[in-house]
């Protein structure tokens, strides 16, 4: 019972933190800025927010700086919208699955190489392009 709250609150929680950063946080270090996921702890004492953040490094880390800085505000701000007991800390992260999930394909790539004629080109004793329904119509 409590993990179905705890993920309702987590998806909350992300959608109104995407929200307030989109619209209220005006701190010029935070770039674009997507959050990803929220994993609430069981006590509500703190919260981790997944965002990605487009830029080279430089601007990923100075969001992630500005995001920070804004997270007292952010907390105030939930407070004021979610009708909680207890508004979790937030502590940022990047997000990484993306890069993880790029790495894992590449690495499979290099490990199972396409063999030829299992390119995925057809179905398999096909023939003729076509399907081999030409001519007699």
Do not use: C, W, Y
Not at 72 to 96: T, V
Not at 124 to 132: K, S, W
């Amino acid at each position: 019972m409590a993990s179905k709250r705890i993920a309702r609150l987590n998806e909350q929680l992300k959608r109104e933190i995407a929200g307030l950063v989109r619209s209220d946080v005006r701190d010029p270090r935070v770039g674009l800025v997507s959050v990803t996921a929220v994993q609430v702890a069981t006590d509500l004492g703190s919260a981790r927010v997944f965002v990605r953040v487009l830029g080279g490094d430089q601007e990923r880390a100075e969001s992630l700086e500005g995001l920070e800085a804004a997270a007292p505000f952010l907390r105030r701000a939930l407070g004021q919208i979610l009708h909680i007991r207890r508004i979790p800390e937030l502590r940022f992260q990047e997000d990484r699955s993306m890069e993880q999930a790029r790495r894992i394909e590449q690495i499979l790539s290099e490990v199972l190489p396409v063999k030829e004629g299992e390119d995925g080109g057809g179905t398999p004793g096909d023939g003729a392009p076509g399907g081999g329904g030409e001519g007699g119509e």
